[in-house]
């Protein structure tokens, strides 16, 4: 069963260059909504393995990718695809509007 990539301040740049496309969750333990979507992020790094790389950032651990990408409310996702942000969404959603955001970068 594959798990969500722990992602830090000094990963995120080597992570989020992959080939593959990239969904960032920033969260923390403190958040409820977080919470909820955990379980649904750690479901997607299992449909995507080896298609796309799913990652979280506890952006209480790693402040500075928190701030460079000025993370205000959690959670927030974003979508990398060639080191670049073409996606977001902040706040708890449905799994499949998760799964749609990385299916778009498959293509």
Known sequence: MSKPVEITDSNFEEIINSEKPVLVDFWAEW?????????LVEELANEFEGKAIIGKVDVD???EVSAK???RSIPTLLVFKGGEIVDKQVGAVPKSVLSEKIEAQLA
């Open 61 to 63: 651990a790693n402040p």
């Open 31 to 39: 958040c409820g909504p977080c919470k909820m979507i955990g379980p």
């Open 69 to 71: 990408f000025g993370i």
